[in-house]
């Protein structure tokens, strides 16, 4: 039994195969190695964990920085488009067209105003009639819409005086527009001996012979409609406006109609039928609202992004100039869209 013992003591104290045998004898394990063991792996998650939490710091860092770019350019949207409500509501621009008729002998000048809608320029209008006078018109066309449908007695007194004002820098020739009509119909007014009173010669439904710099010029005033707009085509023809239109053509003048409605030659090509060498119309304020690049946003009647919201064009037959206005369009103010006085030169 102790040889066995023996034997199996040395047998355990032997190298095993392939091991070599140095003599030394086999160190124990060491505890502290074996704890450390699972260090390297907690190292790495760690570290995982360090990055993905600086990510998220950079991404929210980023979204911070959008966010206040974004407010940035908000407010300074904002206070450009104040800046332009501002300046278009108390500034003053001159448009100038060319306009050529056939039968003109003599250049002459022409400032057509319209939509003032009882604004005031200065006290008592005095930076609009200044700017009236300095450019040295030969007659000036008053197209519609000096008041609003709900104007006051002190508002009609301001329009009143105006007209009589512009008479002494020439002669003045006046057409309604829809506010003038919807005014009279609701306050029960006729404006037409208040506004003979002033001087000024009013063209409503009719046309007369304007002496204007030495030429001879069929000069007529509607409100506009000159299409059915809503009636028969035999109740249109037996209506003011087309007799008005009718009788001008066969004048043998050359012939200028103020029309504050410019939709009344635009829709269902009406310029296409008359033979008016110009119109001069308003009712639009330029679109109100330009968004730059495109024009106009808004124009009543013909509605979003007007094709004929402000300037100068050439449909079918006729010339047409649409006066971009002088007040914004009721509570909504006129941005990036000028005030502006009409100033027409005529040539033959």
């Given at each position: 039994?102790?040889?066995?013992?023996?034997?199996?003591?040395?047998?355990?104290?032997?190298?095993?195969?392939g091991e070599p045998d140095t003599g030394v004898p086999a160190a124990e394990p060491d505890a502290s190695a074996q704890e450390a063991g699972p260090e390297p792996q907690e190292r790495e998650d760690g570290a995982d964990g360090s990055a993905q939490e600086e990510k998220r710091k950079k991404r929210r860092r980023r979204l911070r920085l959008l966010l206040l770019i974004s407010a940035a350019l908000i407010l300074l949207c904002a206070a450009?488009?104040?800046?332009?409500?501002?300046?278009?509501?108390?500034?003053?621009?001159?448009?100038?067209?060319?306009?050529?008729?056939?039968?003109?002998?003599?250049?002459?000048?022409?400032?057509?105003?319209?939509?003032?809608?009882?604004?005031?320029?200065?006290?008592?209008?005095?930076?609009l009639l200044d700017k009236v006078r300095r450019q040295d018109p030969d007659v000036i066309f008053a197209v519609g819409d000096f008041i609003s449908e709900d104007a006051g007695d002190a508002e009609v007194e301001r329009y009143l005086a105006l007209l009589e004002r512009l008479g002494e820098i020439a002669p003045v020739y006046v057409s309604y527009g829809n506010h003038e009509q919807?005014?009279?119909?609701?306050?029960?007014?006729?404006?037409?001996?208040?506004?003979?009173?002033?001087?000024?010669i009013l063209l409503n439904e009719e046309w007369t012979v304007a002496e204007i710099a030495?030429?001879?010029?069929?000069?007529?005033?509607?409100?506009?409609?000159?299409?059915p707009f809503g009636r028969t085509y035999e109740e249109f023809f037996s209506s003011p406006e087309f007799r008005l239109v009718r009788s001008m053509q066969s004048s043998g003048l050359p012939t200028v109609m103020l029309s504050h409605l410019p939709d009344t030659i635009i829709f269902v090509n009406a310029y296409e039928v008359y033979d008016i060498d110009?119109?001069?119309s308003g009712h639009t304020h330029g679109g109100v609202i330009r968004v730059p690049g495109k024009g106009g946003?808004?124009?009543?009647?013909?509605?979003?992004?007007?094709?004929f919201d402000r300037g100068y064009f050439h449909p079918g037959k006729v010339q047409l100039i649409v006066s971009g206005g002088l007040a914004g369009h009721g509570r909504i103010p006129r941005i990036f869209n000028m005030p502006e006085i009409s100033v027409v030169h005529f040539s033959g």
């Open positions: 039994m102790q040889e066995e013992e023996k034997a199996l003591r040395e047998a355990e104290e032997r190298p095993s195969a450009v488009v104040g800046i332009s409500a501002l300046v278009c509501s108390t500034c003053l621009s001159v448009k100038e067209y060319e306009v050529s008729i056939d039968g003109i002998d003599r250049p002459f000048t022409a400032v057509v105003l319209t939509d003032l809608h009882s604004k005031e320029y200065g006290r008592d209008n005095r930076r919807a005014y009279m119909r609701k306050a029960g007014v006729d404006l037409a001996p208040l506004i003979a009173r002033t001087g000024a030495g030429n001879r010029i069929c000069l007529g005033g509607t409100m506009g409609h000159l299409y110009l119109f001069l946003l808004y124009a009543p009647m013909q509605g979003w992004f007007p094709e």
